[in-house]
């Protein structure tokens, strides 16, 4: 198993552009999240996903689009990209049921990044 | 609404020493907590969650719902174990399985 994937790995935008930052699973995970990482600010939740069709928004939904049509594929879209989008972002998933789940909890695997600059 | 809080942005010690990273949580279900850790150049990966009372590389976290707490620590602290730390909450009673909610991070460094 790959896990969580992200592409790519650093990603250099000027305001106003718009870009597509790609996750994919290979674990048949219903559950997908994006955070965004920022030094004194820990993760914050963009937007999540309970399976395929369904989306919702988190903490810091504003300037991000996202949309599910498989449930490998979670992509995080910036419309118009501003330096307050500077960050690194992260794509994670899990089980979303707790049987799935081996009746335990909801242990979330993380990709390995985005690092994004927008100038 | 749940929140984390974790006081400590930077924390260090010697190797050996005890080493206790705070946890706090305000939450009004029953609470369901991680720690997620992050190796340099490693991705984010789980420790220890509190429902199965382990020991994961020599650390432990107990829930304190009392005090709100869930504190990580470790008695005897390696070099190895430097790296930034996330106390997490998610919310088990509810429909947004695996939704979490991370603390601000401390970065934990073990000098020689």
């Known amino acids: 198993n790959a896990g969580v994937t992200q592409t790519p790995k650093f990603q250099v935008l000027k305001t106003g552009q718009s870009m597509t930052l790609q996750c994919a699973q290979d674990?048949?995970?219903?559950?997908m999240s994006w955070y965004r990482q920022d030094p004194g600010m820990g993760l914050r939740l963009i937007h999540y996903?309970?399976?395929?069709?369904?989306?919702d928004q988190g903490e810091v939904p504003n300037g991000y689009n996202v949309s599910r049509s498989t449930t490998e594929d979670f992509p995080l879209r910036l419309l118009s990209a501003a330096p307050s989008q500077t960050s690194v972002y992260f794509c994670?998933?899990?089980?979303?049921?707790?049987?799935?789940?081996?009746?335990?909890?909801?242990?979330?695997?993380f990709g390995p990044g985005t690092r994004l600059t927008v100038t | 609404a749940q929140r984390v809080t974790q006081p400590e942005k930077l924390l260090s010690v010697f190797k050996g020493a005890p080493v206790e990273l705070k946890c706090n949580y305000s939450?009004?279900?029953?609470?369901?907590l991680f720690w997620y850790v992050q190796y340099s150049r490693q991705r984010l990966q789980l420790l220890l969650r509190?429902?199965s009372r382990e020991s994961i590389k020599g650390f432990t976290a107990d829930l304190n719902k009392g005090e709100t707490s869930f504190h990580l620590k470790k008695p005897f602290a390696q070099e190895e174990d430097s790296a930034m730390y996330y106390c997490?909450?998610?919310?088990?009673?509810?429909?947004?399985?695996?939704?979490?909610?991370f603390g601000q991070g401390t970065i934990l460094t073990v000098h020689p």
């Open positions: 509190h429902i």
């Open positions: 994670a998933s899990s089980y979303s049921t707790w049987a799935l789940a081996g009746g335990g909890s909801y242990e979330q695997y």
């Open positions: 996903s309970v399976g395929a069709g369904i989306t």
């Open positions: 674990m048949n995970h219903e559950y």
């Open positions: 997490a909450l998610n919310n088990s009673g509810g429909t947004s399985y695996g939704k979490l909610t």
């Open positions: 939450y009004s279900g029953s609470p369901e």
